[in-house]
């Protein structure tokens, strides 16, 4: 077995086994509440967008984008099969979303399908990131916009949080980027206007945000 795929088997364990309790995990208002909210904001006014959520996790990200944003038309993917069951009881009258399993490196949808995509805190969780990235521009109308979250690992606090406490419990699978490495995977991907926001508490976080560009 591959090395990449002896990662993605252990995180979807790792998820399989998390998938039931991750709804009530402090991490919630530590980090990902935060970075939904911050990630609705961004979208303005999406109108009748399509939007892909990629590692949607139990689909909260993909829920709040409904409520804010009628018109749109909500996708999430996820890697691992029990979050997307989580996902679907949260959503289950919820026409306007529709949900799969599916690989971030391999996404099941037609070039330039989308105007809008999201990945909130499922990053580090990625072997092939720039691969990832170049995915996510591949399913990006041009002009479409991609926003990802992920840990804040360029001060102290960050550092401490996500390269020593969250890497030794995750026996060193994930791997946060660097605010500067995310900047060079999306403009490597062909993200133009390629710009960041970084959150220090509780629990930090950086938002990077780029324009995809004309194949
Ligand atoms: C910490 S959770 C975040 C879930 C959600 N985005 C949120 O903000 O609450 C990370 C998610 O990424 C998913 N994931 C990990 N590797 C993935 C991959 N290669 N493709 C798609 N999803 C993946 C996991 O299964 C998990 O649901």
Redesign the pocket.
């Known amino acids: 077995m591959s090395a990449e795929h002896t990662l993605?088997k252990r995180?979807?364990e790792e998820?399989d086994s998390w998938s039931k309790s991750?709804d009530k995990s402090v991490l919630q208002w530590l980090l990902?509440d935060p970075?939904?909210k911050m990630i609705v904001r961004e979208l303005g006014d999406a109108g009748k967008a399509h939007i892909l959520?990629?590692?949607?996790?139990?689909g909260?990200?993909a829920h709040r984008m409904i409520t804010h944003h009628r018109d749109a038309r909500v996708f999430g993917?996820?890697?691992?099969e029990s979050?997307i069951r989580s996902a679907q009881h949260h959503v289950v009258s919820e026409p306007r979303i529709h949900l799969s399993v599916?690989?971030?490196?391999h996404l099941p949808f037609e070039d330039a399908t989308f105007d809008y995509l999201t990945?909130?805190?499922?990053f580090h969780?990625?072997p092939n990131q720039a691969a990832?990235v170049k995915e996510m521009h591949r399913v990006l109308k041009p002009g479409g916009r991609l926003f990802i979250t992920d840990g804040y690992r360029d001060n102290l606090y960050g550092y401490l949080i996500y390269d020593v406490a969250v890497t030794t419990m995750e026996g060193g699978k994930v791997h946060h980027l660097s605010a500067a490495d995310f900047r060079k995977v999306f403009a490597d991907a062909g993200f133009q206007d390629v710009c960041q926001t970084i959150v220090r508490f509780p629990a930090p976080f950086v938002l990077t945000r780029g324009t995809a560009a004309e194949p």
């Open positions: 993605k995180s979807n998820f991750y990902f970075s939904h959520d990629i590692g949607c996790g139990t909260k990200l993917i996820d890697l691992c979050m599916a690989d971030s490196e990945c909130s805190n499922s969780h990625y990832a």
